[in-house]
């Protein structure tokens, strides 16, 4: 690529008051508007100082700036510029929505949880949002670390979290969160809640558990619902809590002295290879040979809790681990098994619970995403508001999702940050043709044209009409 023009030879100016630098928000904002996040907002939080007045046009505006792609109070003023005042109105400035943010109690973040929950129902029911909900679904148990720096920050504590898959002891803020997926979707955010940054992963997690289940139900997930979670989640009040709501179970177990002598009981013949990726087929066998096998059997966890002992299945994958420090060609003969163990009543074959156990990594793409997002960082020093801004990244999260969804099918399980690189960073020119008539003048040959155009006409053709 060349330039057809010198250096000495080429000017800029930033005066054009018709051009917007994010096309998407037109259709991105149009379906928050459809599924009633204004109205949602004006119904549950309710702020009562003067900081949180207006509060539909200011979350509206923080939810804009983070679909731009803002990760602090300040990258809001992306929505200031060119013609966004022609497009949108009640825009608010950085220093507006900081005050707004800190001015939120604890009790009106969990009032915003529930516009957040109430949003993704909507959006679940009227885009296709969570295909194959109604035959399988999982909900799936993460938390993670936010690192913080200094001690301004309320809550900061240290905590763990793994980098590059180490474990590290780090000062910050943690997030606990549920998400909502099915085998042909991508997960969407069920629920959140921030904690201190000392709190153990499983603090809390049986409470957003009762609360994420209905959400999930009433999002579409009728039939089997698989809640997946880590050794951390490993717990007698997770598994009560899944069981009360009607919700199978598929969590880590820790290899505690119990569960090792009940795996040191399964006999040899009750393993079984599976397809791992150094598995090899044989003809002559008939099956893979593999350096990992699976077998189950019939476990009790949490004996010692009164009245809260649970009987499931133990699945067991072991792996062979191979001796880095044998002499050259005699690694296999010191070579020794590692085990993973899942407790879970599953109703699904063992090869099946298995790997559909193993595909819980899928949270670590959420995670990614609101890290490559709005959760860059944590930007107030105020607990609640930091807390807010998490239930607002996690409703930015299911926009830009049902969003990619009306995109096409191609970009309904893409990163959240190729659905700002192709949807909403479009660059705009805004023009009126006639009264009230506005039109979007965008690059040509834009290679995501028909996914833009996609997601504009399912969000500005009228609404279907409602039956009796």
Known sequence: MRFFHAAAKTDATFDDEHVIA???LAPAM??????GLNAL??????????DGVNAPAKV?????????GADSIDDLDVLRHGGMDKLFDGIRAPSTLGSFLRAFTWGNVRQLDKTARQLLISLARNTPLLPGADVLAFLDLDSMQRRTYGHAKQGSGFGHTKIQGKSVLVRGLNVLAATLSTPLAAPVVCATRLRGGSANSARGA?????????VARDS???????????SAFYAAEVVAACREHDTRFSITAK?????????????????????????IFDDQAGGWVSDAEVAETTYTAF????GKAATARLIVRRVRRLDEQAADGQDELFAAWRYYPIFTDSPYSLLQAEEQHRDHAVQEQVNADLIDGPLAHLPSGKFAANAAWLTLAAITHNLLRALGCLAGAQHGRARGASLRRRIIGVPARIARHGRGHVVFHLPRHWPWRQAWTNAFHATHRPPPARAA
């Open 30 to 35: 149009r379906l928050a508007e459809r599924h």
């Open 22 to 24: 994010y096309g998407g």
């Open 303 to 306: 004996t010692s809790k009164t």
């Open 60 to 68: 509206a505006s923080i939810v804009a700036g983070m679909l731009c």
């Open 41 to 50: 907002v004006n119904e549950h939080v309710a702020l009562t100082t003067a």
């Open 206 to 214: 049986a409470s957003l558990l009762r609360e994420s289940i209905p």
């Open 255 to 279: 290899l505690d002295p119990k569960v090792k002598a009940t795996i040191a009981a399964i006999p040899d013949n009750a393993w079984t290879p599976i397809k791992y990726p150094r598995a």
């Open 220 to 230: 579409g997930a009728t039939g089997t619902l698989l809640m997946r979670g880590d």
